[in-house]
């Protein structure tokens, strides 16, 4: 639910929960007491069997080898702290805290040389209520669910740790060598009440993640025995200090869990997309033609090629993340067809299948999920290694958001050194996500297969269209969220189990993008169109010179990669009610659209904000992370940029005929030909002339 009080002025290590509010005093744990579990037991057709090789290769990963030198990280100790805390918030944590280890605290005579735990709780998600869809798969299932998240923080906290050059291994139930209890206890997130830990400010049950490690960290103190866990007054309920308000679950337990949290069902459905889509004049495309895997075989140079190898992950945090995105790929399904097993109840209503696939989505952490059908255009044509025909092979496709978080976004200029571990946790998050889901589709006896950002077979763009996420922006190759704008990442699934499709949205963006140069004035390698939308390879789009763009992302030597057009969208906007008004103000007057873009600029939309900068600028050189040789890109707003940089572009573009053909190898150089792509995009068809074809002839999008 939107609040009423902006964060803009919360440092983004305090988290969501005003626990600074709390007494504290240094007192021991209560010994014996238990976490919170579930308060039903799950049935046969719960998500639980789907979890269990999921919480096995997290497992594996809890410990791992120590960069060889130590980073340059500050020396004062509780900037160190809050670090930490904000990198586990970025990873939606619910609530984190440091405490000393003490002899006691370990289970087993060996163990590391840790001196400090740093202690998060990751809470459950809401249930759906008894009859409600989905809720024989989710009900008693959130303590292992909630296990698994807490597992894929403490992979992340700990490999950040060593990335910095400090031993650290994370703990969690079933997998810990310390009472994770008492440690939650002493670090000050949790408090012992009648035999079961509670967390402040939640009456949501919730689970304990811990890594231990050397790296000296500033401590808190626990919470005081006479200290009340609710909100202290009025003000902090509603969320006054700029934090989550008491009223939260209530608004949300009103809503079904299958609609999620934005309100998508106000927006208009439409029997097409508000871009053309020619279906039968899109040529499927090879994997090899996708721009960064041309990086990759050496069509963009010798500079690219290298760079192409790190540049997502060279910051401590995104690297971090690696070893989980790619251990999940070979969990991620099949194409073959399976025989129904008579679990997960019944499935002959495709609305119902539907709604249930959506109520698990989003207890697993999607922000935003629709259905299409994930028809055979969608498809990649080869894929990008040997060049092997991919024939279509599922029917639904279900497709979800990953919000990247509005307040890390507020303050980072969207292609600094935070950029790339923007994308790679919600990477990460999606593919568990899609993985876990198309594992419970095919124990029901339905085949299932996930399309992550590390391996997917599937054109995420056109399913993400035709599910109703969003619309087609300026930035172009980007579906923008009438709630969340364009700041987010997309999985999907692909599942012959059947389902009830979503229609395309209609909110105004069109118009709104066609008022609106900002994402173009602000884009640092200008590869942004000014100018209006072309047909490409059968689709209307602003057509973004992805030559340039991958370059910059690539090549930016003070940074780790780019999302400066997300950041400076005015759909970029925090989850406040005043958003949620200047959107339905853009979608229900359309003369206001003018103002409100002119209303984004004048009030700082895109600047960054330094009271939400957290992250260290490191880079990760030769396994080190080091001072960026190369610095930090410290840009702010710009209006000035816009006549200048349109009366100096020359876009090119791609299309099939100027791309590796299918069929092509890796080991195969296809240099790109830009003379031919600036060519190309000036003599590309405009979407009225299309149409106007399309009125003789042409087949129906």
């Known amino acids: 639910m939107a609040r009423l009080y902006s964060n803009r002025d919360r440092s983004f290590d305090l988290g969501v929960l005003p626990t600074e509010l709390l007494p504290r005093a240094d007192v021991e744990p209560v010994a014996g007491v238990r976490q919170p579990g579930d308060a039903v037991q799950p049935g046969a057709d719960a998500v639980l069997d789907a979890l269990p090789e999921y919480r096995a290769l997290f497992d594996q990963h809890l410990d791992g080898v120590v960069a060889p030198a130590r980073a340059p990280v500050p020396d004062d100790l509780v900037t160190r702290a809050r670090n930490l805390k904000a990198s586990a918030y970025f990873l939606e944590a619910t609530l984190a805290g440091i405490c000393e280890l003490q002899p006691q605290d370990w289970q087993q005579a060996e163990?590391?040389?840790?001196t400090h735990a740093f202690v998060w709780l990751m809470e459950f998600s809401r249930e759906p209520k008894p009859g409600e869809p989905?809720?024989?798969?989710?009900?008693?299932?959130?303590?292992?669910?909630?296990?698994?998240?807490?597992?894929?923080v403490a992979v992340v906290m700990a490999g950040y740790i060593r990335a910095l050059g400090w031993s650290a291994r994370g703990h969690l139930a079933g997998e810990t060598q310390v009472d994770l209890s008492a440690l939650a206890q002493r670090a000050g997130v949790a408090k012992a009440v009648n035999g079961?830990?509670?967390?402040?400010?939640?009456?949501?049950?919730?689970?304990?993640?811990?890594?231990?490690?050397?790296?000296?960290?500033?401590?808190?103190?626990?919470?005081?025995?006479d200290a009340s866990l609710d909100w202290p007054d009025a003000e902090t309920y509603m969320g006054a200090p700029g934090t989550r308000p008491g009223f939260e679950d209530d608004e949300l337990a009103k809503r079904p869990v299958h609609m999620g949290r934005y309100a998508m069902e106000r927006i208009r459905r439409v029997g097409k997309p508000t871009t053309l889509v020619l279906r039968e004049e899109i040529t499927r495309v090879p994997k090899r033609a996708d721009l960064f895997t041309r990086a990759l075989a050496g069509d963009l140079g010798d500079k690219a090629k290298t760079e192409r190898t790190r540049f997502a992950i060279k910051h401590p945090l995104a690297l971090a993340m690696t070893p989980l995105i790619r251990a999940l790929v070979p969990l991620q399904g099949t194409r073959e067809p399976l025989q129904p097993t008579g679990v997960g109840g019944d499935l002959s209503d495709p609305r119902r299948n539907a709604d249930a696939i959506k109520a698990l989505a989003h207890v697993m952490g999607a922000d935003l999920v629709g259905i299409c059908e994930a028809e055979p255009w969608m498809y990649y044509s080869h894929d990008e290694v040997e060049g092997k025909p991919i024939e279509p092979y599922h029917r639904y496709a279900v497709v979800m958001l990953m919000d990247q978080g509005f307040e890390t976004m507020e303050g980072a200029s969207g292609d600094d050194w935070i950029s790339g571990a923007q994308s790679m946790r919600a990477y990460l998050r999606g593919a568990t996500m899609a993985g876990v889901m198309a594992a419970h589709v095919r124990r029901m006896g339905y085949s299932a297969r996930a399309h992550s950002n590390a391996?997917?077979?599937?054109?995420?763009?056109?399913?993400?269209?035709?599910?109703?996420?969003?619309?087609?922006?300026?930035?172009?190759?980007?579906?923008?969220?009438?709630?969340?704008?364009?700041?987010?990442?997309?999985?999907?699934?692909?599942?012959?189990?059947?389902?009830?499709?979503?229609?395309?949205?209609?909110?105004?963006?069109?118009?709104?993008?066609?008022?609106c140069m900002k994402c173009a004035r602000e884009c640092p390698c200008n590869a942004i169109p000014f100018?209006?939308?072309?047909?490409?390879?059968?689709?209307?789009?602003?057509?973004?010179?992805?030559?340039?763009?991958?370059?910059?992302?690539?090549?930016?030597?003070?940074?780790?990669?780019?999302?400066?057009?997300?950041?400076?969208?005015?759909?970029?906007?925090e989850d406040l009610v005043e958003s949620e008004r200047l959107l339905w103000l853009s979608i229900d007057v359309p003369a206001s659209r003018r103002q409100l873009i002119a209303h984004d600029d004048s009030s700082g939309g895109g600047q960054r904000n330094t009271v939400k900068r957290w992250w260290f600028d490191l880079e990760i050189v030769d396994g080190r992370a080091v001072v960026p040789p190369g610095g930090a890109n410290e840009r702010d707003l710009d209006p000035s940029r816009t006549d200048k940089l349109a009366k100096a572009q020359k876009l090119a573009f791609y299309p099939p005929a100027l791309q590796p053909p299918g069929g092509t190898r890796m080991q195969t150089l296809v240099p790109i030909d830009r003379p031919a792509g600036l060519a190309a995009y000036a003599a590309a068809e405009s979407p009225l002339a299309a149409r106007r074809r399309r009125g003789k002839g042409a087949p129906e999008a």
């Open 196 to 225: 079961e830990l509670a967390m402040p400010f939640s009456r949501r049950g919730f689970r304990i993640g811990v890594v231990t490690t050397d790296y000296p960290l500033a401590t808190d103190l626990p919470i005081a025995p």
């Open 134 to 152: 989905g809720a024989e798969w989710i009900r008693g299932t959130n303590a292992e669910r909630t296990d698994l998240r807490c597992a894929e």
């Open 111 to 114: 163990h590391p040389v840790h």
């Open 531 to 573: 100018g209006p939308k072309v047909m490409f390879n059968g689709y209307e789009i602003w057509k973004p010179d992805v030559e340039k763009c991958g370059k910059y992302r690539l090549t930016n030597m003070k940074g780790s990669a780019c999302g400066r057009c997300m950041k400076t969208c005015p759909y970029n906007r």
């Open 455 to 515: 391996h997917s077979e599937l054109l995420h763009l056109p399913a993400v269209l035709m599910a109703g996420l969003g619309e087609l922006s300026r930035i172009g190759e980007l579906i923008l969220n009438p709630f969340i704008g364009p700041r987010s990442k997309s999985v999907l699934f692909t599942t012959d189990l059947p389902l009830a499709v979503d229609q395309p949205i209609d909110f105004g963006l069109q118009a709104m993008c066609n008022l």
